[in-house]
Structures are given as structure tokens and as C-alpha cells.
């Protein structure tokens, strides 16, 4: 057999075996870039980006609500177990008599993920006319508490702090319309669900939490940029047993009539603090996590490599040892 057909083979291989996991989920990727004059009078938001944040991106209530309602674009929606995940959406249309441009694109992984939207509309803005573009990124994990100064079964909370990054920019529309950007890090845990980071521009304004102002970034008319630190309340956790923790980002632009919007950011778990029933902050304490992921007070400091990557890996260092082996022998023909 000689180099080129082994090389073949090899290939053939990895084919076979596959180089992507499947199971269940646990990171989401949504990229949706959606444009046009809509012929749906109604509007509803998917379910996979509705469950964490609400009504930020509809689409019609006809068929498949895009393309069965007149409207130009799609939404990616990737699922895996292992990161880092991604999703990438484009959009070109029409709305009203002018031309309306989006992109989106969405990044997870385990306690880190990533969001960005753009759009320019040049057109006329009108009541059913659609420009939407919305990166949404989630992760979920169990996560289970364990510590020695407590027994298992016992009551506990725990507080998670996420450092967010990025920028958000929307100029001054020709009237009558505004356009908008805006983004959110939702948290839910079992039954408990809390937004830690909301954020909005309008050409004249921009807030965070509500706020025009906040610790480490700038803001300003139509911008907001910066990084800083958002923590969640103090979440009821049970020792010993799995807490469901899903977190999601979100980025969405909606530009009017003349009008180029950016919005991109970032958004990390940088801390975990632990209290006991009488809430007192513990140190000692161990988090399990079903994905892999190592959790600890400092956050997330390692994800888990996905098998097929050391599959993938392991396979390739086989071929050039394969590989190394045979010229060898061809050499040594030579030399007899």
C-alpha cells in the first residue's frame, strides 16, 4: 500500500467515526439576520430564544414565520455538548423602496460566551417593514455544591459574577423612526431566573440596568462601551444535589431609515461565592459540573476538550508515525 493510499485511508477513518458529538445539549449557539416587508400581521419570537429573553427578535406567525410571511433571511440555530460553538447569519432585503443589510453572529462555551449584531437600512422604515439581526448565545450545566464543613442535603446560596465587555453604537436615523440596539445576560437557575445585564441605545440615549452610567464603561448618546462586572442575587442552591444553571447573551440590532448599528460583546464568569444557611462566605467548598467544566470562587478556569478532539489528534499522530515508519522502509529497499 503506498503513502497516498494509507493517507486515504486514514481519512476514511475519521470520516467513519465522525469529529462531532451529539447527545444532549448543552451549548447554543443563534445567529438571526431577518429582513423585509412583512405580509404577517402577528409576530411571535422563537422558543429557543423566547425562554431566556423574552420577545427581542419575532418573526411571523405563518408557516415558518420568514419566508412564508414575504420576509428575506433565517435564523441559525447550532446545538452541541462541547465548545467552543458558533453560529454565523447574513441578511439582504428590501424594506421600504430601500435596501436593508444584517449580520449576526453568536460564540459558547462553558461560562464564556460571545454575541454581535450589524445592520445598516437605508430604506424608508414603515409600519410591517423588518430589520433584525440578534446574536444569542447560552450554555447550561449542572452544577453540584459540595463542601466538608456542611452535610449533604443542607441549604446554601450562591452568587455568580459575570465580566462583560464590548460596545454598542447607534447613530442619529432619519425621522420618524429610532433605531435601537440592545443586549442582556439572563440567568436561570431551576426555577429562579434573573436578568444581571440589560443595555440599550437610542440616538439620543443609552442605558444599563435602567441607569445612564455605570462602573466601568462610558456612555453616552447613542454608545455604550466598556467592561464591568455584574453579580446575581443570592441563589437558594441544595448541597449534594444538581442545580440546572443556564445562562444566556443576547445582542440585537434593529436599525431605521438611515442608519448603520454595531453591538458586540462578551461575557465571562469570573466569580462564584458560596455562603452557608446562616450566610456566612464559605472558601472551602468543591463545585461538579455534568459538562467537565472546572468551576470554582474564581469562576470558570478550564472547559472540557471534546473526545473528538483528542480522537482527531491521536489519529493524526498515528498517520505520521505511520507515515515516518514506511519512508523509512522505502529508504532501507533502497539502500539494499
Not at 449557539?29 to 427581542?56: D, K, N, Y
Not at 447560552?138 to 443542607?154: E, Q, V
Not at 443609552?206 to 456612555?219: E, Q, W
Request: charged share 5%.
Amino acid at each position: 500500500m503506498n503513502t497516498g493510499i494509507r493517507t486515504r485511508t486514514l481519512i476514511t477513518m475519521l470520516i467513519i467515526l465522525g469529529v462531532t458529538d451529539a447527545g444532549a445539549s448543552g451549548l447554543e449557539a443563534i445567529a438571526g439576520a431577518v429582513g423585509g416587508q412583512s405580509s404577517c400581521s402577528t409576530a411571535v419570537t422563537p422558543t429557543s430564544i423566547s425562554l431566556s429573553f423574552g420577545g427581542v427578535f419575532g418573526i411571523g406567525t405563518t408557516g415558518n414565520g420568514i419566508s412564508d410571511c414575504g420576509l428575506q433571511g433565517s435564523i441559525q440555530d447550532n446545538i452541541a455538548t462541547k465548545g467552543p460553538l458558533t453560529s454565523t447569519n447574513t441578511v439582504a432585503a428590501t424594506v421600504g423602496e430601500g435596501s436593508y443589510t444584517g449580520s449576526s453572529s453568536a460564540s459558547s462555551n462553558y461560562g464564556s460566551l460571545g454575541v454581535a449584531a450589524h445592520g445598516n437600512l437605508i430604506g424608508v422604515t414603515n409600519t410591517f417593514g423588518v430589520a433584525q439581526a440578534g446574536g444569542f448565545a447560552l450554555f447550561n450545566d449542572d452544577l453540584t455544591f459540595t463542601s466538608p464543613t456542611l452535610t449533604n442535603g443542607s441549604s446554601g446560596h450562591v452568587v455568580y459574577t459575570f465580566t462583560i465587555s464590548g460596545a454598542l453604537t447607534t447613530p442619529v436615523p432619519t425621522p420618524p423612526f429610532a433605531s435601537q440596539n440592545l443586549a442582556e445576560l439572563a440567568i436561570r437557575q431551576d426555577a429562579f431566573r434573573q436578568s444581571i445585564f440589560t443595555a440599550t441605545t437610542y440616538p439620543d440615549r443609552a442605558t444599563i440596568l435602567g441607569n445612564p452610567s455605570y462602573p466601568g464603561f462610558t456612555l453616552s448618546p447613542g454608545s455604550i462601551q466598556g467592561s464591568g462586572q455584574f453579580s446575581t442575587v443570592a441563589i437558594p442552591v441544595t448541597l449534594g444535589t444538581a442545580e440546572k444553571l443556564t445562562v444566556g447573551l443576547a445582542a440585537v440590532s434593529y436599525p431605521a431609515t438611515g442608519a448603520t448599528l454595531d453591538a458586540h460583546l462578551n461575557a465571562v464568569l469570573s466569580g462564584i461565592a458560596f455562603y452557608d444557611p446562616s450566610n456566612n462566605l464559605l472558601t472551602n467548598f468543591s463545585i461538579r459540573s455534568a459538562s467537565g467544566a472546572v468551576y470554582s470562587a474564581n469562576g470558570v478556569s478550564s472547559v472540557p476538550i471534546p473526545a473528538t478532539v483528542w480522537l482527531f489528534s491521536s489519529m493524526l499522530a498515528g498517520l505520521a508515525l505511520m507515515l515516518k515508519s514506511q519512508n523509512r522502509s522505502e529508504v532501507s529497499q533502497r539502500a539494499g
